[in-house]
């Protein structure tokens, strides 16, 4: 059993979570001084840098980026990419094409698996074949908005960053509201739905969790980078059992959405839909310009990285599951921020990914942006530091071009915040919320 004195002293106490008290307790009065008129200077800065104050400052966010999405989409004008092949990929499975080796559109050949064909083909559907852009655009407006109101969601739960940073991430960067309202990509649909995932894991819904994340999976393949997480919260949380339902639940959606493609050409369906050997353009790399191209292309180059990254996440993985361990034993209990002991393993994992990723490009920033700020302040880093390491990361993604330093400087904050908040990790794990389990109690 778990001494819940002790618990409540490390959520008090520790830097990976925020103050240990109930948020009704705590929130009576903020809410006394709001309706008296009358606010101290303690209430007002509760209100700023508080964590327990974050919902109101989510809420407020929301409203705002609505107003501000419907600006961006009048004011700023929309720039085509990929939105008319994505029509023209699902416009040939409509036409009654299955063979994955002859769907293309304008920039190339299909490489998504069989969910995004599903979602577009609705997508293309309500705007008229693709042609209503606006309607689109207002449609991934909305889809902005929810993207944010599940994130926001997540933090709260963790009670872990202020609210002020709530700010900064919702109204600072630029790239985030241009892949969604101005580009229509595809990203922003997956990373929607694993936060969905995310969401579900938390509220005890595993089942219809592993259906939105294979959901996701099938949208695009990036989202695979939070499946060593996953695997280890399904063994930790759920056993053995569990784990193999949830993988075939995962596997078995896979073979859903995908199965017109598999009657008829299953082969090239499956090199299509996930084909890691894929090459990607130099000219678009947000993270390796400082390369040579005939280095980035390179085939050992690529395995070079896939080793690394296996490395790495090994070497995090014996902390995850630490932090997945003691979840599995404090979720059921009345802790307040327990949820950091889930969320970090799943960021992490994902984030490790997006370090040794073969290339970024712009839209990519969308895998990763939202879960940026919670990573530093898991640092273990000063303020000032975590703020500096989020600015300098915005600043790269703005170069376009991407230059010489600014993937440079991209790969330092990465490998700067991997080392703070994996140093952390383990200054946790020697702790007492970690350590119950280990001697019995």
């Not at 809410?31 to 209430?43: E, H, K, Q």
């Not at 949208?219 to 919260?233: H, Q």
């Not at 310009?289 to 292309?297: D, G, K, T």
């Amino acid at each position: 059993m778990y001494k819940t004195d002790e618990l409540s002293q490390f959520f008090q106490s520790s830097k990976m979570a925020a103050p240990g008290r109930s948020r009704k307790k705590s929130a009576k009065p903020f809410f006394a001084g709001l309706i008296s008129g009358v606010n101290s200077y303690s209430d007002l800065k509760k209100l700023f840098l508080d964590p327990e104050y974050a919902y109101l400052a989510a809420g407020v966010l929301i409203i705002i980026e609505i107003v501000i999405n419907i600006i961006v989409i009048n004011k700023v004008k929309y720039t085509e990419i990929d939105w008319i092949a994505y029509m023209q990929e699902v416009e040939g499975v409509k036409n009654g094409t299955y063979d994955y080796s002859q769907l293309k559109g304008d920039t190339g050949p299909l490489v998504y698996p069989g969910g995004f064909v599903w979602i577009y083909m609705i997508l293309y559907f309500i705007t008229s074949q693709g042609k209503n852009v606006l309607l689109a655009q207002y449609i991934f407006c909305v889809l902005y908005v929810v993207n944010l109101a599940l994130i926001f969601r997540i933090l709260v739960k963790t009670r872990k960053i202020p609210p002020y940073l709530y700010v900064i991430m919702s109204l600072t960067s630029y790239r985030i509201h241009s892949v969604f309202v101005l580009r229509l990509f595809n990203d922003p649909v997956a990373v929607l739905l694993v936060y969905a995932a995310v969401n579900l894991f938390l509220d005890n819904h595993w089942t219809l969790g592993s259906l939105m994340y294979s959901l996701a999976v099938s949208v695009k393949m990036n989202i695979l980078l939070y499946s060593p997480a996953l695997l280890i919260a399904y063994i930790t949380v759920l056993g053995y059992k569990q784990t193999f339902f949830q993988l075939s639940v995962c596997a078995g959606f896979q073979v859903l959405v995908g199965l017109p493609f598999l009657l008829h050409h299953p082969l090239n369906y499956i090199i299509g839909a996930f084909n890691l050997g894929r090459v990607f353009m130099y000219k678009w790399t947000v993270n390796f310009r400082f390369l040579p191209e005939e280095v980035f292309v390179n085939r050992y180059f690529h395995i070079s990285l896939l080793l690394l990254h296996i490395v790495v996440l090994a070497a995090a993985a014996r902390y995850m599951w630490r932090f997945l361990s003691s979840y599995s034993k404090l979720r059921t209990m009345n802790i307040p921020a327990v949820a950091q002991l889930l969320v970090l393993p799943f960021f992490l994992s994902n984030f490790i990914g997006v370090m040794f990723a073969r290339s970024l490009h712009y839209q990519f920033y969308v895998w990763y942006y939202h879960t940026l700020p919670y990573l530093a302040w898991c640092s273990g880093y000063r303020v000032m530091t975590r703020l500096l390491i989020l600015g300098v990361v915005e600043m790269c993604w703005n170069i376009y071009p991407s230059t010489v330093y600014s993937s440079l400087g991209l790969h330092c904050c990465h490998l700067v915040l991997f080392y703070g908040v994996l140093k952390n990790m383990i200054k946790q794990c020697n702790s007492s919320i970690l350590t119950v389990k280990d001697r019995g109690e």
